[in-house]
């Protein structure tokens, strides 16, 4: 294929990912980072061993050819008594090496973006906290790590996972994705783990019948919404967190909707009580009265676990929000 051919299906390409990054941007469609991500290994791997086996060594070709071609002429110019204009030679071959827009644009980004995908996919990946439902532990505008490893390796975009690790437990922070709507990412405190009667009632967590150790602590002031709420430290498994509680709300479900598994769930005017079943877990936020959690729309399956959130990388405007949680 010529190389104007090339510029051509190389701009379609180009336009084909800004168009969807702008029509996800625009909420025109619900985008998805990993298949964009993937899509964008393929493409620009493509492009790259096209360059390596391909463009390259044409390059070198013409290169090549135009060395013997100045030779040759100053050896005729000389053999007539006509001495050669001065060439940059080296300039030129220079020329004729580099590589067009549209491979330094897919081939020339294939190692960054493999980086990308490899780290995104396999390792850590960063998360931005949308929401106060997980105060007064992460923040609006926390920048966070998650662990992608530590649940176990999963490949990316089917997330069928590959190498087993580490079960979630009970105080985990962790990230998976949404049972309602898969394609977004949701995060909060894992509570219970398959097999446990967790109850939510009265506004205190109940673990196998036993409430979870808490006291009362300062309250907790909340400037999004100049706001004060209850504040309790409680300890789960060994690890202490700050959860808050709003003295206006009432302890009961004002509403839920149907989800796998809704029948090991009882709801009455004083909360829920579940039985976690296999392969699932129940979450909360530690914002207990402004969070959209387990309460309301079920058990999060192990096969939509994302990872586990574990540091806090930025905030840009709280630097002193940076740094490890529990």
């Known amino acids: 294929?010529?190389?104007?051919?090339?510029?051509?299906?190389?701009?379609?390409?180009?336009?084909?990912?800004?168009?969807?990054?702008?029509?996800?941007y625009l909420?025109?469609?619900?985008?998805?980072?990993?298949?964009?991500?993937?899509?964008?290994?393929?493409?620009t791997?493509?492009?790259?061993?096209?360059?390596?086996?391909?463009?390259?060594?044409?390059?070198?070709?013409?290169?090549e050819r135009l060395a013997q071609e100045h030779q040759q002429r100053e050896a005729e110019l000389a053999r007539i008594g006509v001495k050669a204009d001065a060439v940059n030679l080296d300039e030129a071959k220079q020329k004729l090496m580099m590589q067009p827009w549209w491979l330094d644009w897919t081939a020339g980004l294939f190692p960054v973006i493999l980086v990308v995908f490899v780290l995104r996919s396999f390792f850590f990946e960063p998360f931005k906290i949308p929401s106060g439902?997980?105060?007064?532990?992460?923040?609006?505008?926390?920048?966070?790590?998650?662990?992608k490893f530590h649940y176990g390796v999963r490949l990316p975009v089917i997330h069928s996972k590959i190498i087993p690790n580490h079960s979630p437990q009970r105080g985990d922070v962790m990230v998976f994705r949404y049972p309602p709507q898969p394609t977004l990412d949701y995060i909060k405190r894992v509570v219970a783990v398959p097999g446990d009667e967790v109850a939510f009632l009265n506004k205190q967590l109940f673990i196998n019948g036993q409430p979870v150790a808490r006291q009362p602590v300062a309250d907790f002031y909340d400037r999004s919404t100049m706001r004060y709420a209850q504040q309790f430290q409680e300890s789960l498994k060994g690890r202490t967190f700050n959860t808050l509680n709003d003295r206006d709300r009432p302890?009961?479900?004002?509403?839920?909707?149907?989800?796998?598994?809704?029948?090991?769930?009882?709801?009455?005017?004083?909360?829920?009580?579940?039985?976690?079943?296999?392969?699932?877990?129940?979450?909360?936020?530690?914002?207990?009265?402004?969070?959209?959690?387990?309460?309301?729309?079920?058990?999060?399956?192990?096969?939509?676990?994302?990872?586990?959130?574990?540091?806090?990388?930025?905030?840009?405007?709280?630097?002193?929000?940076?740094?490890?949680?529990?």
């Open 133 to 147: 439902s997980m105060l007064p532990t992460l923040h609006v505008g926390d920048l966070i790590l998650v662990n």
């Open 251 to 326: 302890a009961f479900i004002p509403a839920t909707v149907s989800f796998p598994f809704s029948d090991q769930c009882r709801y009455t005017v004083e909360g829920v009580a579940c039985r976690v079943p296999e392969g699932h877990f129940f979450v909360l936020g530690d914002n207990r009265d402004n969070s959209l959690d387990s309460r309301f729309w079920g058990f999060v399956p192990e096969a939509n676990i994302v990872g586990k959130a574990f540091f806090v990388w930025m905030n840009f405007g709280d630097l002193g929000r940076i740094g490890s949680f529990q």
């Open 27 to 43: 909420g025109v469609i619900q985008g998805n980072f990993a298949l964009l991500l993937f899509l964008a290994v393929v493409v």
């Open 1 to 24: 294929m010529s190389h104007e051919n090339m510029s051509a299906v190389t701009s379609v390409v180009l336009a084909g990912f800004v168009g969807y990054g702008f029509a996800w």
């Open 45 to 63: 791997g493509a492009y790259w061993i096209a360059e390596k086996l391909y463009f390259l060594p044409q390059r070198q070709v013409a290169a």
